[in-house]
């Protein structure tokens, strides 16, 4: 969990602590009464309605998380719902190391101020803790989606469902996993049918309980779409969001597994896409920082193109510093697969940007037809790479139009039609058009056109839908399952922002195309980095070579 702002909090419990009064201690404490329930504490809104009073509540410990770097406090809930399905039996007492005999299962009877901490019910300063015996409180069996959780809030919870890893992109600095129910969360604008709402009713954030950051110890490391059962834990709240500290261990099915290699697409040839997310070979750029996570990243990437094994690649984040970005990523591949084996076209016009697209291909399988041509249109900052190839057996041509449309960061100020419109398409979404626009009047006279590339759009936003009104068809939405049919994962949300489209004369010769799950799936601490990854995990494999997974296509190419 990200560390929480305390210092006054723990002020004020030092103040209460040393301001009580020297009097004669009652022979026994635990003959003091509550003066509330902890449902009247929690009320029946969104925060208590007893706020600034100081209160004496009694329930059994369910969760303890009182060191310091942990939650500083515990968990403890009425053994006796009050029957008001709108007011929670849970509280949180923030109670730092204060009390350190509290153990789960403990009956205390605790007093202190009723606070909303940023939206968290809770008592702070605690100012007494009494241990008065035992208890149990079962755990609330609670099913996703749901319609609110203010309701269970600091309550003792199991999940019987299966729940789906759908985000893990802090796991390895705040240690936080995002599962969901009935599966994996999708961007609503990347197919239809997806309604944000229950996207975030379906969503819960499983915390590990803990202030740390980047800690040596990690929860268990999974890939998106595994599976969890019997998620059982506390149900805090932190940063604006519902969090889950589990009291027991989550385990994880693995309905997600890895694939050594893409699935077969047919054809006699195979092209492929894939971000390379900043190969650079300046350092301190946007790559790596450190000759050494520059090998490492290297590594991967040559993993990568290996396990492709592609006829040609188009390749996305490649240094714009001529070819000595590309070429150095040639070299690497073909001292493992055979020298000459991989050779790097030159773009004549990459453009002004930091980054360029790029091409590889196999001599030995394709020859260029023409020399390598790029679009000079100013509304690209990337500018798109051709070139028309043939089999080198001979054959029908096709041509691979190589993209990088505009992100959608670094929005512009001011408003205006690249603005973030709301819709869910993020900012940029107007250059993003005209750049499609573009790109059909480029591909207009080429023969056999296959648009590939990361195109920074979602399959059923504006770019996407100008290509395809212009004859250009998808090849991984015929060719890829739904489920699976996505490269990029933002915010928990999975969707296709790598894409394959041809041209009607090439669409009846694609035999198949698929999405190499290595990436979007896999944990950010799997990566080259070296900042804050435990080194243990490191591997110069494949997986996490990027954060796009690579797409392949399949495509069946007659001699004439």
């Given at each position: ?71 500083s ?18 509280l ?33 300063p ?21 319609d ?37 969360l ?35 490391v ?17 940063f ?25 697409v ?70 493992e ?30 020859s ?44 512009p ?29 480029l ?13 920074n ?49 090439l ?54």
């Amino acid at each position: 969990m990200r560390v929480l702002a305390r210092t006054v909090a723990a002020a004020l419990v030092a103040a209460a602590l040393s301001a009580t009064p020297a009097a004669a201690t009652p022979a026994d404490p635990c003959a003091t009464p509550p003066t509330h329930r902890i449902s009247q504490v929690q009320g029946s809104g969104d925060a208590t309605p007893v706020a600034g009073q100081t209160v004496r509540v009694e329930g059994v410990v369910t969760g303890d998380f009182q060191r310091s770097d942990q939650l500083s406090g515990f968990f403890l809930q009425d053994p006796a719902p009050d029957g008001d399905p709108a007011t929670s039996e849970g509280l949180f007492a923030f109670a730092r190391d204060t009390f350190k005999d509290v153990k789960p299962g403990d009956r205390v009877l605790v007093t202190g101020r009723a606070f909303e901490f940023n939206g968290w019910t809770e008592l702070s300063p605690v100012t007494a803790v009494d241990v008065c015996g035992s208890g149990t409180v079962p755990a609330l069996p609670y099913r996703l989606p749901s319609d609110g959780l203010e309701h269970v809030e600091n309550m003792l919870l199991t999940f019987p469902q299966p729940l789906t890893v759908s985000d893990h992109y802090n796991l390895g600095r705040f240690g936080e996993v995002t599962v969901s129910s009935g599966g994996r969360l999708f961007q609503p604008t990347d197919r239809p049918g997806v309604d944000p709402g229950l996207n975030r009713r379906r969503a819960l954030l499983i915390d590990d309980g803990s202030t740390r950051q980047n800690p040596a110890t990690l929860p268990p490391v999974v890939r998106a779409g595994a599976v969890a059962t019997g998620v059982t834990g506390v149900l805090g709240y932190g940063f604006d969001a519902y969090r889950l500290q589990p009291v027991e261990l989550v385990t994880y099915l693995d309905a997600n597994p890895r694939r050594a290699r893409p699935l077969p697409v047919g054809g006699n040839v195979k092209v492929a896409s894939f971000n390379t997310l900043n190969w650079f070979t300046t350092l301190g750029s946007r790559g790596a920082t450190t000759a050494e996570e520059q090998q490492r990243q290297l590594a991967k990437l040559v993993a990568a193109l290996k396990g492709l094994d592609a006829d040609a690649v188009a390749l996305m984040e490649v240094e714009n510093n001529g070819q000595t970005a590309l070429q150095a990523l040639v070299d690497a591949v073909n001292a493992e697969v055979g020298a000459g084996t991989y050779a790097a076209l030159r773009h004549p016009h990459p453009g002004t940007d930091a980054i360029q697209v790029g091409l590889i291909y196999k001599p030995a399988r394709l020859s260029p037809v023409g020399e390598p041509r790029a679009s000079q249109d100013p509304v690209f900052s990337r500018p798109p790479l051709v070139q028309t190839f043939r089999r080198t057996a001979g054959g029908r041509p096709f041509t691979m139009v190589v993209n990088h449309l505009k992100s959608k960061g670094s929005c512009p100020s001011g408003g205006g039609p690249d603005a973030d419109q709301g819709d869910g398409q993020g900012c940029w979404n107007a250059t993003r058009v005209r750049q499609a626009q573009a790109l059909l009047g480029l591909v207009a006279d080429l023969p056999s056109p296959l648009v590939l590339g990361d195109l920074n759009a979602y399959g059923e936003e504006d770019p996407i839908d100008t290509l395809e009104a212009g004859g250009l068809t998808s090849v991984t939405k015929r060719f890829v399952p739904a489920r699976q049919r996505y490269s990029y994962v933002f915010d928990g949300l999975a969707g296709e922002l790598d894409h394959a489209l041809v041209g009607r004369d090439l669409r009846k010769r694609v035999t198949g195309a698929t999405i190499w799950h290595v990436n979007a799936d896999e944990p950010r601490i799997l990566d080259y980095n070296t900042e804050f990854n435990p080194p243990g995990l490191y591997r110069p494999d494949a997986y996490r070579s990027s954060d796009h997974d690579p797409l392949v296509v399949g495509l069946s190419l007659p001699r004439r």
